[in-house]
């Protein structure tokens, strides 16, 4: 089918029907924070909404030519494949990442009901609008117009809603689970387009994601006798600004992040810091800095870790030649045959991506991206989105995208624009009519 026809037929974003869904799905999003063990989404209220609009122009209840697919790994925690068949054998493209868990909303901290759709102008206000339900809402209004209008297609076009994005404290919910049992295989075929970014343009790369933990034991002692502690803050000051400079020296900007347009390099820096409490006239015993290590896709993430534990095993065994702060500041107690210690560990990491500007599916998303939104401009960020590398190691043609707002991302009063979600579709509509051709 020509790809002129193709645009024609499926026109522009119904924005009553859009908006009607939205409200629905958004009225759940209470249910949809994910922060175990404490709050557990329950992702099937949002595929009941989806299934609501779907299903009648579904092969299951013989109403249309929709292909559906309920997949669930834990009670109440679906997934939904979406197909819409075409003529070719073989020839595929794929809507994929539009996730129906949310980031935890406190409505105390915001300036209207997050777990409400509120509508001011052109603003369609509530936790998810942007990240993700917005995006759940504009590819399911995508497959009913499909289903409605029958355009005869030479691509199958598929869409995943996933559950369990937001979280990876809970796995073999979510796409991770299709993966693995071959669901998402025929994908391979041809491009998929991960809608969960954000600010209408190509997003090309991501960054990796190493949280970590400092754990620093010293000497607990009276600060007035301080030549007799071993003051954990202070190791852990001077032993992080080392592995600092060290891990900036290693791992310094890449070439390949100035044609990616990434915002930042690589960083490894503190973001927390605890100790067990005690007295202001107290050297504590231990203390704990946590953070992350921000990486771009050029660097491997194990490596990193490797390299994170040299620094600090070489820290451990060389205490004596570590900067101190003054002149009864030390780490080792010869006297007591005490030394202070770090211990690194580190939660679960995740590698960041680069998209394969070389493949039809980028150069694809450019063009529609340019003729939808006026202009295109691709741009790369340290922020991560998990599964995405694994896709891409297993052989997918990933693109990613997103009609959200960055500003509002996981932020407070959260919000997208109508307006862009309706240049979102006629992206979706111009990336199925080129690939046409």
């Known amino acids: 089918m020509a790809a002129s026809s193709v645009k024609e037929i499926l026109g522009d974003l119904n924005k009553e029907s859009f908006v009607e869904l939205l409200t629905k799905v958004i009225g759940e999003s209470k249910f949809l924070q994910n922060n175990p063990p404490e709050l557990i989404p329950e992702e099937d209220r ?28 834990f009670p109440g925690r679906g997934n939904l494949i979406v197909e819409y068949p075409g003529t070719e054998p073989g020839k595929i493209l794929s809507f994929v990442g539009m996730h129906m868990d949310v980031v935890t909303a406190n409505p105390n901290d915001w300036n209207f009901d997050p777990f409400s759709l509120s509508i001011d102008g052109d603003k369609l206000r509530g936790r998810g609008t942007t990240d993700c339900l917005g995006h759940v809402v504009l590819v399911t209004e995508l497959m009913k117009r499909l289903a409605e209008t029958k355009p005869k297609l030479k691509s199958t076009v598929v869409a995943v809603f996933i559950a369990n994005e937001e979280n990876s404290a809970i796995t073999g919910v979510g796409i991770d689970a299709l993966v693995k049992d071959g669901l998402l295989e025929k994908l391979k075929g041809g491009p998929l387009f991960w809608i969960d970014t954000a600010d209408k343009q190509p997003c090309i790369g991501t960054g990796g994601m190493i949280p970590w933990k400092l754990h620093v034991t010293g000497k607990l002692f009276h600060s007035g006798l301080a030549h007799k502690a071993i003051n954990p803050l202070e190791l852990g000051m001077e032993a992080l600004k080392k592995i600092q400079l060290q891990f900036y020296n290693e791992f310094p900007p890449h070439p390949k992040e100035q044609v990616y347009g990434f915002a930042t390099p690589s960083t490894m820096k503190p973001t927390q810091w605890s100790y067990p409490g005690g007295g202001i006239n107290q050297i504590p015993g231990e203390c704990t800095i946590a953070g992350d290590v921000r990486l771009t896709p050029f660097y491997n993430v194990k490596d990193v870790m490797e390299k994170l534990q040299e620094y600090v095993d070489d820290i ?28 690194l560990t580190f939660d679960e990491a995740m590698s960041g991506v680069a998209c394969n500007l070389d493949s039809r599916g980028f150069h694809v998303l450019c063009k529609a991206t340019e003729e939808a939104v006026g202009h295109v401009k691709p741009y790369s960020i340290t922020g991560s989105l998990p599964l995405i590398r694994e896709l891409q190691e297993e052989g997918f043609d990933v693109q990613t995208a997103g009609y959200g707002l960055m500003a509002t991302y996981h932020a407070k009063n959260e919000y997208c624009l109508l307006s ?13 009519a080129q690939l046409e051709d």
């Open 420 to 432: 862009d979600m309706c240049q979102g579709y006629h992206v979706f509509t111009s990336i199925i």
């Open 46 to 73: 949002v595929v009941k909404h989806v299934l609501d609009c779907l299903l009648p122009h579904s092969t299951t209840t013989g109403g249309g030519p929709l292909v559906v697919n309920h997949v669930t790994y």
């Open 316 to 343: 451990n065994e060389n205490l004596d030649k570590l900067d101190t702060r003054g002149p009864v500041s030390k780490y080792i107690l010869h006297d007591e045959n005490l030394r202070g210690s770090l211990t």
